[in-house]
Structures are given as structure tokens and as C-alpha cells.
């Protein structure tokens, strides 16, 4: 009879099973046991104890024996055993960005999130906070992300398995610095420089070297606006 796997045993797929079995009657008269996944044999035993391990390929059901053949080839089968094999859970693992990291504004950040190979994936979400920022379908789950404000940002990820699993990994604290203040000179014209009443005059002005990505540049006389101009480079017709 079969003493292991206990009777109706559930595994997870890529686990081992260890079979046993005892025959009663002496040892001598025994030539053999043999252990089969329903109908194929996985292993022939000639010495007590009578064992064996099997590690499943694929899920599902099956049934478990052991056959005693004796000395002179008489058979005897113990009772089948069944057991089940499920699919494990995909898991997944923010690998980037790390926690605690910090980061300049609009610096591009990889999000990168490997995930187990023993389930098959579906796709892999990013968020930030309770935000989606993206959803990856095909391995390596990772892209490249530039934040769309400074501060405080909270990174994770969740995996969906094909079979309707979902697992999430741990969250990635991360600060993106707020941006340089904008530095704007005016070019033209120059301090001291005289008109004549009639006279178009070209205002010009640059913007210094800075991350943030500018709007429009707008010229004033005094509290006036003359106008503005929104493509560099920045000038003006007064």
C-alpha cells in the first residue's frame, strides 16, 4: 500500500511529491516495487525502503500507485491515490527605481519590474500611487518614465497571470527635485541705446539653460505688454 502522498494531497507546480510504499508479507518473496502516474511508471524500486520522487510537469489531476511484483512476477497494486497540481501564482519585483531614490526634474527614470517564470504573464501594470502610468505585455517588463511633477512619488507594480492571478510587488518611495527657477536675458536692445519716435526696434531675449520646457517668452514696457513669443528665439517687433 502507498503511505505517501496522503490521500486527495493538492501540490504547487514545480514542487517535488515523495512517494512511499510498504509491502506486508517477508522481504524475500518481494522482487520489486513499482510506482506509476496513472498509466506510466516513473520508477522501479528493488530495496526497502520503497520510494521515489516525482515532480510534476504540468497541472492537473492525477492518480498515483504502487505496484508489488513478487519473485515469481505475481502483481499486487495498492489503491490509487489522488492528487491535485496547481498553477503557481505569478509574483512580481520592482527592481527599479530603488526605494528612497532621488531624482532631477525631468530626468528619465527606468521602471523595471521581472516578474516569476513559472506562470505564464498576462501584462504587468506600473502606478504611481493610484495611478496607472503604464502597462507592459511582453518581457522585460520595463520602460523609460519622466515624471510630470516634482515631489513625492509612490512606484510599484502589479502582475496578471493567465490564469486570473495577481500579485502586486513593493512600493519604491521616490523624489523628483522640483525644477531650476528659469533664467530669461534680454538681448536686444541694449541698456542706454536711443530711438527715433516711428522706429521699429527689435526686442530679442533668451532663456538660460534649464529643464523645464518654456511657454512663451512675454515683453513688457513697464507694467505694459508689448507682446510675446513663444519659439525660440525669442523676439519681438516694437
Not at 90 to 104: E, F, G, I, K, R
Not at 189 to 201: D, I, L, Y
Request: proline share 8%.
Amino acid at each position: 500500500s502507498m503511505v505517501s502522498p496522503s490521500a486527495d494531497e493538492s501540490i504547487v507546480l514545480g514542487e517535488s511529491i515523495a512517494l512511499e510504499a510498504v509491502v506486508a508479507g517477508p522481504s524475500s518473496a518481494i522482487k520489486r516495487v513499482d510506482f506509476y502516474v496513472d498509466p506510466t511508471r516513473i520508477k522501479q524500486e528493488f530495496n526497502p525502503p520503497y520510494t521515489a520522487t516525482w515532480i510534476p510537469q504540468a497541472p492537473g489531476s492525477y492518480t498515483l500507485k504502487a505496484r508489488g511484483v513478487s519473485t515469481t512476477n505475481l502483481t499486487s497494486d495498492s489503491p490509487v491515490r489522488m492528487v491535485s497540481v496547481a498553477s503557481p501564482a505569478v509574483t512580481v519585483s520592482l527592481v527599479s527605481p530603488v526605494d528612497q531614490a532621488s531624482y532631477a526634474f525631468a530626468e528619465s527614470i527606468t521602471v523595471e519590474a521581472p516578474v516569476s517564470e513559472i506562470a505564464e504573464t498576462a501584462r504587468v501594470d506600473f502606478f504611481d500611487g493610484d495611478s496607472k502610468i503604464k502597462s507592459e505585455y511582453y518581457s522585460p517588463y520595463e520602460f523609460s518614465w519622466i515624471p510630470e511633477f516634482s515631489g513625492s512619488h509612490s512606484i510599484w507594480a502589479r502582475v496578471h497571470d493567465t490564469a486570473g492571478n495577481a500579485r502586486t510587488s513593493a512600493t519604491a518611495e521616490i523624489t523628483v527635485e522640483p525644477p531650476p527657477d528659469l533664467e530669461v536675458v534680454l538681448e536686444a536692445p541694449q541698456a542706454g541705446t536711443s530711438f527715433v519716435v516711428g522706429e521699429t526696434t527689435t526686442l530679442r531675449a533668451s532663456v538660460g539653460d534649464s529643464a523645464t520646457s518654456v511657454d512663451r517668452v512675454v515683453f513688457y514696457l513697464g507694467q505694459t505688454i508689448l507682446g510675446q513669443d513663444s519659439t525660440a528665439p525669442y523676439s519681438l517687433d516694437w
